[in-house]
């Protein structure tokens, strides 16, 4: 079974700069595609960002495009997502996700609030 570890939310103004990481265990982490992937109060789940077992092909949601960079180390078994130029509507919970999972994922989240 999956576990996923999210960290390094938080509180930061309109601008600044966060880099979340989730550490995955329970599976043979470079062989699977993985998923960042948020819900802001009151609404959905939205994807926000997706990469390949090895890391070569990214892509990402139109509201992230430009601010957001997923990555991965697989020797560290370990998910980012550095994301610059936040804004408050990037408010929320920010999930990782195996591919072809679907919620709960297995991880409890952190907490992304932009405001001044």
């Known amino acids: 079974e999956v576990q996923l570890v999210e960290s390094g939310g938080g509180l930061v103004q309109p601008g600044g700069s966060l880099r979340l990481s989730c550490v995955v265990s329970g599976i043979t982490f470079k062989n699977y595609g993985m998923n960042w992937v948020r819900q802001a109060p009151g609404k959905g789940l939205e994807w926000v960002s997706g990469?390949?077992?090895?890391?070569?092909?990214?892509s990402y949601s139109d509201s992230v495009k430009g601010r957001f960079t997923i990555s991965r180390d697989n020797y560290k078994n370990t998910l980012f997502l550095q994301m610059n130029s936040l804004k408050p509507e990037d408010t929320a919970v920010y999930y990782c996700?195996?591919?072809?999972?679907?919620?709960?994922?297995g991880g409890q989240g952190t907490q992304v609030t932009v405001s001044s």
């Open positions: 990469i390949d077992s090895g890391g070569y092909s990214r």
């Open positions: 996700a195996k591919e072809g999972t679907y919620f709960p994922y």
